[in-house]
């Protein structure tokens, strides 16, 4: 069955400095990779997607992640942090034909002043 | 665009009460899902509809939970009777294929449900 490990349930930058958010996946067949991004007191709204395209995959709000077979990642970055980037973070798994998303238990971005 | 509609937002009861919770899709998606957020924790999936059939239903617990998709357009998941565990967050998501596993899921805001 496929699963998905982020690593660091807290994680916390200052205003600027780079995000690293990390994900690890495991999968017996080719994966389909997403990222969320939960404000408080909202629905999950999707950062970026990989469904075997290019393997560094661009999303919104100047967010990517690039897809590394080889290791087993599926890792969020974003040059700069702003404020507004403060929020939780989901990684999810999808295989074909099963049409279900697997999350990562979440990360919490904090982002000092 | 409406989003995903849920009602409603926030939600206190006794435990063993019955409860109900209410989805309205984006219009035209096929697919919609109901998932289970625990505190801290990541959405588990409940329950998946293409229209008004349940193609996934493995995670529900039947024994208490149910739910609904008439006319494969908005969708009801109820607890009854309601315990001290089932207190979360009860998500709503559509997508717009049925067999579209690379296609987007849209969440709505939720239903935080607290049973005392």
């Known amino acids: 069955a496929q699963s998905v490990t982020q690593l660091g349930s807290h994680v916390s930058v200052s205003e600027g400095a780079l995000v690293l958010l990390r994900c690890n996946y495991s999968?017996?067949?080719?994966?389909?990779l997403f990222w969320y991004v939960q404000y408080p007191n909202q629905g999950l709204q999707l950062l970026l997607k990989y469904t075997s395209a290019a393997t560094l995959v661009k999303g919104i709000n100047g967010f990517e992640a690039e897809f590394k077979k080889s290791e087993t990642s599926f890792h969020l970055t974003k040059p700069s942090a702003h404020m507004s980037d403060a929020a939780e973070y989901f990684c999810?798994?999808?295989?074909?034909?099963?049409?279900?998303?697997?999350f990562g238990q979440g990360t919490r971005l904090t982002i000092n002043p | 665009e409406a989003g995903v509609v849920q009602s409603p937002r926030y939600k206190i009861i006794e435990k063993k009460q019955p409860v109900a919770f209410w989805c309205n899709p984006i219009?035209?998606?096929?697919?919609l899902y109901w998932y289970l957020q625990n505190l801290g924790q990541g959405p588990e999936l409940l329950i998946r509809y293409e229209n008004e059939e349940a193609v996934d239903d493995s995670q529900l617990p039947k024994d208490r939970f149910s739910a609904e998709r008439l006319k494969g357009v908005d969708s009801t998941l109820k607890i009854q009777p309601a315990e001290l565990g089932d207190s979360a967050v009860y998500l709503c998501?559509?997508?717009?294929?049925?067999?579209?596993?690379?296609?987007?899921?849209?969440f709505g805001p939720g239903t935080r449900l607290t049973v005392l």
């Open positions: 998501a559509s997508s717009p294929r049925a067999g579209g596993y690379t296609d987007t899921q849209y």
């Open positions: 219009s035209g998606h096929n697919t």
């Open positions: 999968s017996s067949v080719p994966p389909y």
């Open positions: 999810a798994v999808s295989i074909q034909g099963a049409q279900k998303l697997v």
